[in-house]
């Protein structure tokens, strides 16, 4: 039996309910059906800023987020994130961009030519170690295909992973080229599903069933503000500390989650950072890195073989760079000076991010392990004693 969903962030439901049918007494493969709250239904709230409207990185205008979740028999668990940073052409309309690796053992694709040119050109797609290829034969293909790129000859897509072997069949490449663009051409402003959807259908976190997770802040400026939003696809180890409660030493998940036999906590975790605000890609590249150490906040290990990436943009239209521009032009930076709040606005969305798919999630099993939800209810008890 085959599910294939296809979700976007117009999907305004907290939780996400899969059934499905055993094919065999022995082999059954359930996802447990769960409605979960978010960070902040507990009242876990990092950090002194408040979040969007949405508490999602679609705070910032113009972004857009889409899921295509696989769910397959009792093997395939697994499925494509898109990050679309404004609704035009994207090639055209270059964001500034760039990349922050923690830790490189992982495959983020188009890394080199972000950090050598400060520009991002296409959408941003995770998805599962395997199918980094294929996701990157669609973007491109995506970007080909576009109304004004008939003459273009060279694509650099950014295309980042974890790996979900531990209850997905990786080996299988389940992941089409079809499902990365279904991906893509649903992202949608709006709430973004989260916990067991789109790239993070198949993750492991902390020993708990992982996701996707998302949150934003809004930092106040002189005479505007400015917003800083994080999407997160947790695959990683640690000991998981929620808001600065060393949770790991009272609740341990059950072994059966450890049945993708990362003893060594080994993992990953790709975060997507975007913000409105005018910065460039050096000053870019600090805020990505702040995501990256907002992982440490929830216990984080940065493991030998956990991949720690953060992808970094900006929406402002001050800071894109058009297709086959060469002439002088004139722009408004952010001064370094003032980079502080959006830092600590990085900061504190990747840990809000990184509660929220864990709380979000459901319960994921199958032919190669389980992976419990967090439960809800001692979580909160240990956090209020």
């Known amino acids: ?56 990185i679609t705070d910032v205008g113009g972004v857009r987020v889409g899921h295509t979740t696989l769910i397959d028999g009792d093997t395939v668990r697994t499925g494509v994130t898109a990050i679309l940073p404004h609704e035009g052409n994207v090639f055209q309309d270059k964001v500034a961009g760039a990349v922050f690796v923690g830790n490189a053992f992982g495959k983020l ?6 950090n050598e040119l400060g520009t991002i050109e296409t959408p941003i797609v995770l998805t599962n170690t395997l199918s980094v290829g294929v996701a990157m034969d669609a973007v491109v293909r995506y970007t080909l295909a576009q109304p004004g790129n008939e003459q273009v000859r060279s694509v650099n897509a950014v295309v980042g992973e974890t790996n ?6 990786i080996r299988g490449l389940h ?33 708990w069933k992982g996701g996707i997770g998302t949150a934003s802040r809004r930092v106040a400026a002189e005479r505007d503000g400015y917003t800083v939003g994080v999407l997160a696809q947790t695959n990683f180890g640690g000991n998981l500390t929620v808001a600065g409660v060393p949770i790991w030493r009272s609740l341990q998940p059950p072994r059966a989650a450890r049945a993708d036999a990362r003893g060594d906590q080994d993992g990953s ?48 239209a001050e800071m894109r760079s058009r297709s086959g521009e060469t002439a002088l032009r004139a722009h408004r930076t952010l001064p370094t ?11 504190e969305a990747t840990e809000e991010a990184v509660y929220n798919s864990l709380l979000q999630a459901a319960t994921v ?21």
């Open 337 to 347: 000076d003032a980079t502080s709040p959006l830092f600590e606005a990085a900061l």
């Open 109 to 114: 694709a188009g890394s080199t030519q972000v």
């Open 365 to 385: 099993r199958s032919a190669m392990g389980t992976a419990e939800a967090i439960p809800i209810d001692r979580l909160r008890d240990l956090l209020k004693r």
């Open 164 to 169: 979900d072997g531990g209850l997905n069949d």
């Open 269 to 316: 975790c790709m975060l997507v950072v975007a913000t409105d605000a005018p910065l460039d890609a050096r000053d870019l590249r600090r805020l990505a890195a702040r995501a990256v150490f907002g992982l440490a906040r929830t216990g984080s290990s940065y493991s030998n073989g956990s991949g720690d990436f953060a992808v970094a943009f900006s929406t402002s």
């Open 1 to 56: 039996m085959r599910h294939r969903l296809t979700q976007n962030s117009r999907n305004t439901q907290r939780f996400l309910v899969f059934l499905i049918v055993a094919v065999s007494a022995v082999s059954a493969s359930i996802v447990v059906a769960q409605s979960r709250p978010r960070a902040r239904d507990l009242g876990i709230a990092p950090g002194v800023y408040a979040p969007g409207p949405l508490n999602a």
């Open 175 to 207: 992941v089409t080229a079809a499902h990365v663009l279904d991906a893509i051409r649903g992202a949608a402003g709006g709430p973004v599903a989260e916990g067991t959807v789109g790239a993070g259908t198949g993750t492991i976190c902390y020993g």
